[in-house]
């Protein structure tokens, strides 16, 4: 097992009011969504400034989490209201709305599968239409990883953010096993933190350049990182 700290790369804008649920890019843009009753939302986001190109709201009722595509298929969890939402990627038309099974958290693919957290140490791999294929225990040391969140595929594995830590774990999707730590304390410095600063939450891999983005609910920063290996 690896351990990692972060060298960070460049900086950017990232909107005070985004309850940082999804983050990924697409054909080299980056979309969000955010989370809270009465404020979620799915945005097309301007890297540069941090500001929506293209903004979705959801209603009251919803509470949107993470958000991934496949096939052009863009897929948006909720969190609690156990319906997964469908559009079409290129013109965000809304196509379907399907039924799920537990709570939505994090959702990720590797290209071929759909890979979704609920807060546990469990991650489920599911088809287009959301039918379990298998589950997988992530485990750190023969011990669960509880609170797994957002996740990212990247270079064949699963980032996944720890709820409430400021560690990303890096997991085997085969077997569940946590081949990396990655060390995140810091990132967003104490004096560009205020009351409505949540916790880190937010990995977006750009496969066109193969860049990585760091950010968290309502930070003001959105970091392109590096790993860096502990000695």
Same mark, same amino acid.
């Given at each position: ?64 989490? $993470?958000? /991934? ?7 948006? %969890?909720?969190?609690?209201? !156990?319906?997964?939402?469908?559009? +079409? =990627? ?85 077997? $569940?096993? /946590? ?7 810091? %990132?967003?410095?104490?004096? !560009?933190?205020?009351?409505?600063? +949540? =916790? ?32």
């Amino acid at each position: 097992m690896k351990e990692y700290k972060l060298e960070v790369i460049a900086e950017y804008p990232h909107d005070t009011d985004s309850y940082t649920q999804g983050l990924f890019f697409h054909e080299g843009q980056m979309y969000e969504t955010t989370g809270l009753h009465g404020k979620s939302t799915l945005r097309k986001v301007d890297l540069n400034t941090g500001e929506p190109i293209t903004k979705l709201d959801f209603g009251q009722k919803y509470f949107v989490e $993470g958000s /991934v595509v496949l096939n052009d298929n863009l897929y948006i %969890l909720t969190w609690d209201s !156990k319906v997964v939402f469908v559009y +079409d =990627v290129d013109s965000l038309r809304y196509k379907s709305t399907w039924s799920y099974p537990r709570e939505g958290w994090g959702i990720t693919t590797d290209g071929k599968q759909l890979i979704a957290s609920e807060g546990s140490s469990i991650l489920y791999f599911m088809d287009e239409k959301f039918s379990l294929q298998r589950r997988v225990y992530v485990k750190y040391e023969d011990r669960p990883v509880r609170w797994l969140n957002e996740l990212e595929y990247i270079n064949g594995k699963i980032w996944a953010n720890v709820y409430t830590t400021d560690e990303i774990v890096i997991i085997n999707p085969k077997d $569940g096993r /946590v081949e990396g730590i990655i060390d995140c304390r810091g %990132l967003l410095a104490k004096e !560009k933190r205020t009351p409505m600063t +949540d =916790v880190l939450n937010g990995i977006a891999y750009n496969p066109k350049d193969g860049k990585i983005y760091l950010t968290g609910k309502n930070w003001p920063k959105l970091y392109e990182v590096r790993l860096v290996e502990k000695k």
